[in-house]
């Protein structure tokens, strides 16, 4: 059973930053792709990035393109998303999310191809 804890989340003003984590304790990342997706009340889960662990190649929802950044620490199976001037309609549940294929990470992320899902982190921006 592979477990991907998300921890980070938290409440903050328009323009601050939060780092979220994803780390997993029985699922090594090597040659994976790892995916941050969000849900806010009434909307569908989007996917705003991925990472692939094999050769660190990221992907980046417009959305967040420019404000967010992925990363990975293969010697803690962590991976990162830190947030960078938040705007309230980023407010919303964050989940990480991994499957082992590197086609998983082609833009757009695809929800119903990922197979491990972390718990949440709920984000909350406000105005």
């Known amino acids: 059973q592979v477990q991907l804890v998300e921890s980070g989340g938290g409440s903050v003003q328009a323009g601050g930053s939060l780092r979220l984590s994803c780390a997993s304790s029985?699922?090594?990342?090597?040659?994976?792709?790892v995916g941050w997706f969000r849900q806010a009340p009434g909307k569908e889960r989007e996917g705003v990035a991925a990472i692939y662990t094999g050769d660190a190649s990221t992907y980046y929802a417009d959305s967040v393109k420019g404000r967010f950044t992925i990363s990975q620490d293969n010697t803690k199976n962590t991976v990162y998303l830190q947030m960078n001037s938040l705007k309230p309609e980023d407010t919303a549940m964050y989940y990480c999310?991994?499957?082992?294929?590197?086609?998983?990470?082609?833009?757009?992320?695809?929800?119903?191809?990922?197979?491990?899902w972390g718990q949440g982190t709920q984000v909350t921006v406000s105005s």
């Open positions: 999310a991994a499957v082992g294929v590197r086609w998983a990470c082609d833009t757009p992320l695809r929800r119903a191809v990922f197979g491990y």
């Open positions: 029985r699922f090594t990342y090597s040659s994976n792709c």
